[in-house]
């Protein structure tokens, strides 16, 4: 995306007589940044992050849940807010300050953790690809020329909680473009989610279920998918008039910006059919969408540090290998409840019954011998964790590799792929490429 920036006045919720003019930058990567000239009463009343607490007094100064602005005849909300840089030892005698800002809203003005929104429509990398164009696209060719079709798909629909989560995908009517040495003819098929809770919800439970779905494409890819754009549906609409003095509503989108781990290339290119582990035609999107969620939920802990590393990789090799390795226990502790894991064993028997989960053909296709895998992921951990250097004989780029690897097996088998699927995967993407 592209930096914004939006000129306006901001207040305090509940403070609307002391205003400050400044500018909400928002650069390419969705981060957000206030700069006020002259200064808000951070300390105010209706700021305090832990009001009753007289301890909090630091916290105060630093942490602000809501600011509230008017851009352009719009309402901005900006949610959690830090002071940076300031020019004056009090806000009075301040002319200048800066202010990160973890999310901003531009559309409406809501409280912290209001339950404001109604449902949100969000792009997420590969989406289209993991969705797939088979039956959209219909390409005949013959000797007289070349024809091409596109059909819209029907939507699809998933349920877990009430909450649904809808995929649609929309054609772009064929257009030409003329230049000096040639005509074309082009369109493009592109996919979104629509997210509807079961009633209003603050934000930040659609940035939940939103990042449990880009962990799902990240896992389906093997490279990280990010959010591109995402909307908020407000739950009140806007009231508007016709020429003719009645009245219609028109949903209040509020869009919706804020640093990620992982910055969105909407226009880099994306995975072919063939470099996907598996994609939706492998099971339905009514099975895939809530058989995930209950499965990252199950396995928050390891899936938080697994997935962390496909985001913002760390530079050694060392630290991917002991990360993984921490993934590798925290995993088995999580499926411990419904898998094969019945017991809480020695890390080397948590290997095993990790390694024994997934179709074992697959497992095979990236690893030759279990055991060997076992015995040097436990000396590479033990040595990495107690001495900071890895005294292992195997290479340990592959071991994190080979690990990795199965992991992804084992998160595929638990999700319900079919065997022919996770060989595919093992046979294809997973196993090393030296190999």
């Known amino acids: 995306m592209n930096a914004k920036s939006f000129r306006g006045h901001w207040w305090l919720p509940g403070l609307s007589d002391d205003v ?7 650069d390419e990567s969705g981060r957000c940044a206030l700069e006020l000239v002259g200064s808000l009463d951070l300390c105010a009343g209706a700021a305090l992050e832990h009001p009753g607490d007289p301890d909090a007094k630091a916290i105060r100064q630093e942490r602000v849940r809501v600011i509230h602005g008017q851009v352009r005849g719009r309402p901005v909300t900006l949610l959690n807010c830090f002071a940076g840089d300031a020019d004056g030892l009090s806000h009075r005698a301040r002319s200048r300050i ?13 409280e912290h953790d209001e339950p404001a ?11 289209t690809g993991w969705l797939g164009t088979e039956g959209q696209i219909d390409r005949q060719s013959n000797a007289e020329g070349e024809s091409a079709a596109l059909t819209r798909p029907d ?9 649904t989560i809808t995929a649609r995908r929309i054609l772009q009517p064929f257009h030409s473009e003329v230049s000096h040495a040639k005509a074309s003819v082009s369109s493009h098929v592109a996919a979104y989610l629509v997210v509807r809770a079961p009633g209003p919800r603050p934000a930040r439970d659609y940035h939940a279920i939103i990042l449990e779905f880009m962990d799902l494409l990240t896992l389906a890819s093997g490279r990280p998918c990010g959010q591109i754009t995402l909307t908020l549906i407000h739950r009140e609409n806007q009231v508007l008039r016709e020429r003719d003095g009645s009245n219609y509503e028109i949903d209040t989108r509020v869009e919706a910006f804020g640093g990620r781990i992982h910055t969105a290339e909407p226009q880099s290119a994306g995975p072919h059919d063939w470099d996907f582990r598996f994609r939706c035609v492998d099971l339905s999107f009514a099975q895939i969408v809530p058989a995930w969620m209950r499965l990252r939920r199950r396995t928050a802990d390891a899936c938080n540090v697994f997935f962390g590393l496909q985001y913002a990789r760390p530079t050694y090799t060392e630290a991917r290998l002991l990360l993984v390795a921490i993934v590798a226990d ?6 411990g409840g419904t898998s094969p894991l019945k017991e809480r064993g020695s890390y080397r028997n948590r290997l095993r019954e990790l390694a024994a989960i997934p179709d074992q053909q697959a497992v095979h296709s990236i690893m030759a011998d279990i055991e060997m895998w076992v015995r040097d992921l436990l000396q590479a951990r ?30 595929m088998a638990q999700l319900g792929m079919p065997a022919d699927v996770q060989r595919r995967a093992a046979s294809t993407v997973l196993k090393p490429p030296w190999s």
Not at 98 to 110: K, N, S, T, Y
Not at 330 to 335: K, N, R, T, V
């Open 117 to 127: 929104f109604s449902s949100a429509i969000v792009e997420l990398e590969n989406l």
């Open 382 to 411: 033990n040595s990495l964790a107690h001495t900071g250097n890895d005294d292992a004989e195997r290479d340990i780029f592959e071991l994190e590799w080979v690990t990795s690897s199965l992991l992804t097996l084992v998160l």
């Open 330 to 335: 925290a995993l088995s502790a999580g499926l």
């Open 98 to 110: 800066d202010i990160r800002v973890q999310d901003a809203l531009i559309g409406a003005h809501v």
């Open 155 to 163: 939507d699809l629909k998933a349920e877990i909680d009430g909450w």
């Open 20 to 26: 400050a003019p400044g500018q909400l930058v928002v």
